[in-house]
């Protein structure tokens, strides 16, 4: 079975700073996709980013970038100049094709809940 | 109305009602999906329909029984429902599960439900 292990439970920056969440995941596939998602306070889980394991180039959507390190099974997000709407829970999400299946599955960590201090 | 939307946003029900959930999205998606997030606990898949198909239950209880009419609709009926069922209630959709894979998920806002 997939599992998506987020280390960090809670985690808090001040603004402007840098700040890095830690995910590592169990599989066996060898094509699968990444996601890390943002919820903040008012609930709505939005995309922050996504990598194909096929790429070996590191995805990144402005501030957020992520260090995707497939031997060692690590997909960590790397938030820059963190601004105080960045404050959420972060999800890591793992996808991958259910065998035999008409469908994609998404498997989700725990969260980690950061808070950007002024 | 954009994105996905989900309605009720809140729900108190008791163990022996019959309510249910409801969830459109209006992004022309083919797939939905139903999650239960409970504090400190990952989410959880529930049901996945696929052009209107269910394609999976992932050994949910039948108290909770979904229905999908069309592509943009999708309802959670609840009955008899235990208080540990208590949590927020996600759905969500995809352009195509079924496709080249890798489709982003877009989510609703969620319905919080509390079962006394």
């Known amino acids: 079975a997939q599992t998506v292990t987020q280390s960090q439970p809670e985690m808090s920056v001040q603004e402007a700073e840098t700040v890095t969440l830690s995910c590592t995941y169990d599989t066996s596939e060898n094509n699968y996709y990444l996601f890390w998602y943002k919820q903040p306070p008012s609930r709505q889980m939005i995309l922050v980013i996504r990598?194909?394991?096929?790429?070996?180039q590191n995805a990144t959507e402005n501030r957020f970038s992520v260090n995707f390190q497939k031997a060692a099974k690590s997909f960590s997000l790397k938030i820059s100049d963190s601004q105080l709407g960045d404050t959420a829970m972060y999800f890591c999400a793992f996808m991958r094709r259910v065998w035999g299946g008409s469908n994609y599955k998404l498997t989700f960590g725990k969260g980690t809940l950061l808070t950007v201090n002024p | 109305e954009t994105g996905v939307t989900q309605t009720p946003r809140h729900l108190v029900m008791g163990m022996t009602n019959k309510k249910s959930l409801k969830c459109e999205q209006h992004?022309?998606?083919?797939?939905m999906y139903w999650y239960k997030q409970s504090a400190k606990k990952p989410l959880e898949l529930m049901f996945v329909?696929?052009?209107?198909?269910?394609?999976e239950n992932n050994s949910v209880p039948s108290r909770f029984s979904p229905e999908c009419p069309n592509s943009s609709h999708l309802f959670l009926h609840l009955h008899t429902l235990q208080p540990e069922d208590s949590a927020l209630y996600l759905c969500a959709s995809s352009r195509d599960p079924g496709g080249s894979g890798g489709d982003e998920q877009f989510f609703g806002p969620g319905t919080r439900l509390t079962v006394l």
């Open positions: 329909y696929n052009f209107k198909e269910q394609t």
């Open positions: 990598q194909e394991a096929y790429k070996q």
């Open positions: 992004l022309g998606h083919n797939a």
